[in-house]
């Protein structure tokens, strides 16, 4: 088996653990439909890409050496995180359901809106670049050169935006189907939860 082929298992494998921006998809494309969940993945994804291209480029090493950097990304993690879960536990709370189910005036709105919740989660998120950082020399060869770590870096975007997009299928048909507004303040409630748990987790690490 070529080790390409063998970072492309352990990318999926890895893609296919529950993490915050699973969570956040989940939730988008439950309370708001197959269309939010898109757009905050696409977001996710989009980090995943700069972080990728970060750390191929070396630019990660140095973010990831300077202490007081690192420190100022996760924290910002832990604040985006906690704000995330509030808001999610928030809206679980509302007796008439979530903020995302408005009018469809402010369509172009929540849709900026659930960009930036996606790029944000992932963009502050500390362990995508020290997972790329850490794991990329050991599939990539010392002389291999920069083409070659951003096709490694980017193989683990795509892979991470397919299991995305699937989370956004399953979880949009099951919105369809159980349409009532306790379900959909289940997940907001149970998302709030996972996410005030990943934060105290990040919390507990810096």
Not at 72 to 84: H, K, S
Not at 192 to 200: K, Q, R
Request: glycine fraction near 10%; include cysteine.
């Amino acid at each position: 088996m070529s080790t390409y082929v063998s970072f492309v298992l352990f990318a999926a494998l890895l893609a296919m653990a529950p993490g915050p921006d699973t969570f956040l998809t989940l939730r988008a494309s439950v309370v708001g439909g197959r269309r939010r969940g898109i757009v905050t993945a696409a977001g996710i994804t989009t980090a995943g890409a700069a972080q990728g291209v970060l750390a191929a480029t070396g630019l990660g090493a140095v973010l990831a050496a300077a202490e007081p950097v690192f420190l100022v990304i996760r924290w910002a993690g832990v604040a985006y995180l906690t704000w995330l879960g509030v808001t999610a536990i928030r809206d679980a709370l509302r007796r008439d359901g979530s903020v995302w189910a408005v009018g469809e005036g402010s369509a172009k709105v929540r849709d900026r809106t659930a960009f930036r919740q996606g790029f944000v989660c992932n963009i502050t998120n500390p362990k995508v670049l020290a997972f790329n950082l850490a794991v990329l020399p050991q599939f990539v060869g010392a002389g291999e050169g920069l083409p070659t770590l951003l096709a490694y870096a980017l193989t683990l975007v795509v892979i991470g935006a397919v299991v995305l997009a699937v989370v956004v299928w399953v979880a949009s048909k099951a919105a369809r189907s159980l349409v009532r507004p306790a379900f959909r303040r289940s997940v907001d409630g149970a998302t709030g939860v996972v996410m005030l748990g990943f934060a105290t987790a990040l919390a507990a690490e810096a």
